[in-house]
């Protein structure tokens, strides 16, 4: 039986992934720094994740061998057949010091595409690759299947496209070339990532929990259908995709986010805007594309606006919203977003603010 380490027992790691490399297959062991999460799976040695399935749930019980805190891992790396992260792009760059003296296949299952290349510099391991989990995994669960397992996490069917380097590690995986993988990754990032945050920036405006909540006010199931559309037509107008992938993508994004079985939470998929609006991520550099296409962007600069405005005192990235409100449009543009102040998206954006921020009060 193969050992895989997984570093992060959240969403994607404890949710999806034994669903990709079943536990009849597979040892999985466990590094997470939240120490309930690490005290639980220590104490249960196993937990619960359910799959939905044509309107209804199918259980995985999944026993693990131990759930480790940072840097107590070291001493088993050499023991394991891969391994996987999946901690946020964030945290993914500081695990170099424990990944840096193995050649083991190192999975990266982050939502940052370069991850995989920062990680190999960092660390002399060729053997580091990209992962996309083509799938919703909420980060908990609803109150009945709680109670069965307090650490019970509720995802899709989904599927995940591996680069087909580390194939040899086996599970139910597509392996697939670099081709595929680079036109698997721009769908999951500009019709299923900006969307997603979308749906969610401004099912916090209406003060929802859950993106099916979000998805039920007719205006957001509108904003963010018809970003998707534009990303679509940038899609096929600057990287050639195929408009038939692309709209079969879509309506599978559109029924993902409907879901009302997965209860995916606005504070999950919210979480970091700052990071989210990075120009290289998944809502500036989405409008700058549409824009580079010949398409004017207005339901994705929404979206951008309602995460200027996302509210959570919990969130690392709060004060973007006193940021917004402290600057001018152009200042706050400029010095917080970076935009340049003879970017397109720069003067279109300070031309809609009045009127975009009045839309999304009448929201609610």
């Avoid at 980060?139 to 087909?164: F, H, M, R, W």
Wanted: hydrophobic letters at 40%.
């Amino acid at each position: 039986m193969k050992k895989i380490l997984i570093y992060g027992a959240g969403a994607i790691g404890r949710g999806f992934i034994p669903w990709v490399f079943p536990p009849k297959e597979f040892e999985l062991y466990y590094v997470e720094s939240n120490s309930r999460i690490r005290e639980l799976l220590n104490k249960q040695k196993k937990f619960l994740t359910f799959k939905t399935m044509e309107g209804k749930y199918e259980k995985l019980e999944v026993p693990i061998v131990h759930c480790y805190n940072s840097g107590e891992e070291i001493d088993i790396i050499g023991n394991m057949d891969a391994i996987i992260i999946s901690v946020g792009p964030r945290n993914a760059l500081s695990l170099k010091e424990s990944l840096m003296n193995t050649d083991l296949p190192i999975i990266c299952c982050e939502n940052d595409s370069t991850i995989p290349e920062l990680l190999q510099a960092a660390t002399n391991n060729s053997n580091i690759v990209f992962g996309i989990p083509d799938v919703i995994t909420s980060n908990t669960a609803p109150e009945e299947l709680l109670k069965q397992d307090p650490l019970s996490i509720v995802t899709e069917n989904g599927v995940c496209y591996i680069d087909n380097k580390v194939a040899e590690i086996g599970g139910n995986c597509n392996y697939v070339n670099t081709e595929e993988l680079r036109k698997q990754w721009l769908a999951k990032l500009y019709i299923h990532n900006t969307p997603h945050c979308i749906a969610a920036y401004l099912g916090n405006v209406l003060m929802v929990d859950y993106i099916h909540e979000s998805m039920k006010n007719k205006s957001v199931e509108k904003i963010v259908s018809e970003a998707m559309f534009e990303t679509e037509k940038m899609l096929m107008e600057r990287f050639h995709l195929e408009e038939e992938f692309l709209k079969s993508y879509s309506q599978k994004e559109l029924k993902r986010f409907k879901d009302t079985l997965l209860f995916d939470p606005i504070i999950r998929v919210a979480r970091e805007p700052f990071r989210k609006l990075a120009t290289n991520d998944r809502l500036i550099s989405a409008a700058e594309l549409c824009l580079a296409s010949g398409i004017i962007p207005e339901n994705i600069m929404m979206g951008i606006m309602a995460a200027f405005c996302y509210n959570n005192e919990k969130d690392p990235d709060y004060n973007i919203r006193y940021l917004m409100k402290a600057l001018e449009p152009r200042d706050f543009l400029k010095i917080i977003i970076g935009l340049r102040g003879d970017d397109a998206l720069f003067a279109i954006m300070v031309n809609r603010w009045t009127n975009n921020l009045q839309k999304l009060g009448e929201l609610k």
